[in-house]
């Protein structure tokens, strides 16, 4: 039964083009690990867009299956702290880049990578949360150690999207009055549903060096002119959690916000976070994160929906989290 054929998303390249096909592969094929895992569901992120459209260089080895998040249960296991049968969940770690990734219906990883599955999600709900929500999670957290400007509202860019998404959700239903800032004109039904209290467009590119205080602490899943605003703009105190750069690498500010106002910059980087404290973030989620809000921003897909889908997020048409079901 372990070597019985699988499908598999597989990137290869081609006269210098990324060509995506699902294919059958049998589990030795599979790279080294110590846990085998039945994958139920992966999802879809910016990053594996990169990956399969080719237009970003993220994968450095072909072949290479993407995905760089799953959700499934323990197959085979000669790793200390997992059996079969165990429901787990993994974000980072290199897999969809460097390892292969979620979106084939085995894996083969490392344990120290996964995490159990906690009370409260199921493999869907997990991967409706995935890397973009485990990375939200890491943002309120940094916020939360590094203090919030009282009485100011806080700020999430990009809100639509993934990351944004599941940020709203956290800073709403900690209590704060959260704006979500988004591009998508259609967006903003759907990110008051999940607790905004005001949706604004896109920040505005220029503005003096500091402009009035407003955000008491900021969510910036975009990057590049959208973060030097919310720099500008951010309150006396107040922290700015940096998690995309999808809007681009450069940052174009000055330094008054950090010497003028003490406002802290913290770059959230959901790979290199300790694997001794992701099983508490992950607990965290399930708890604060109800199904029936999870299930307002799940987009479902299957492996064939994936290239397509792939380019559309790209393009900033898909909003909310694409959950794969690799199983049909």
């Known amino acids: 039964m372990t070597n019985e054929l699988f499908q598999a998303l597989v990137l290869e390249q081609r006269d210098g083009a990324t060509v995506a096909e699902i294919r059958s592969l049998a589990a030795d094929a599979l790279p080294a690990g110590d846990v085998l895992v039945d994958v139920a569901f992966s999802s879809l992120n910016y990053k594996d867009g990169l990956a399969i459209t080719g237009r970003g260089k993220v994968i450095r080895q072909f072949p290479m299956v993407p995905g760089i998040d799953f959700a499934g249960t323990v197959a085979e296991s000669q790793h200390p702290g997992f059996q079969p049968g165990d429901a787990v969940v993994l974000t980072g770690w290199g897999v969809g880049e460097r390892h292969w990734g979620g979106l084939a219906q085995r ?17 869907r709900a997990a991967m409706a949360i995935g890397t973009a929500g485990f990375t939200a999670m890491l943002s309120v957290l940094a916020l939360e ?6 009485g100011r509202d806080l700020l999430v860019t990009g809100a639509a999207g993934g990351v944004g998404s599941v940020a709203v959700a956290l800073l709403a239903r900690a209590g704060h009055r959260v704006v979500a800032s988004s591009g998508r004109a259609d967006a ?3 990110l008051r549903s999940l607790g905004a209290a005001e949706v604004i467009g896109r920040l505005p590119a220029e503005g003096r060096p500091l402009e009035s205080e407003r955000w008491g602490g900021v969510v910036d899943t975009v990057g590049g002119a959208t973060l030097a605003a919310a720099l500008r703009a951010t309150a006396y105190g107040g922290s700015v959690a940096a998690c995309g750069n999808a809007g681009g690498a450069d940052l174009n ?3 008054f916000p950090f010497i003028l106002r003490g406002v802290n910059l913290l770059g959230i980087e959901s790979v290199m976070f300790p694997a001794e ?3 508490a973030a992950w607990a965290r989620l399930a708890r604060d994160l109800p199904a029936d809000l999870l299930e307002r921003m799940i987009h479902d897909a299957t492996l064939r929906d994936v290239p397509a889908l792939a380019a559309a997020i790209l393009d900033g048409q898909v909003r909310g989290r694409v959950v794969v079901n690799v199983g049909t």
């Open 107 to 123: 894996a083969r990883v490392r344990g120290d990578w996964l995490v159990p599955l906690p009370d409260g999600l199921d493999t």
């Open 145 to 150: 150690a590094h203090g919030l400007a009282p």
């Open 188 to 190: 903003a039904d759907y």
């Open 277 to 279: 404290r992701r099983p």
């Open 253 to 255: 500010t000055t330094v």
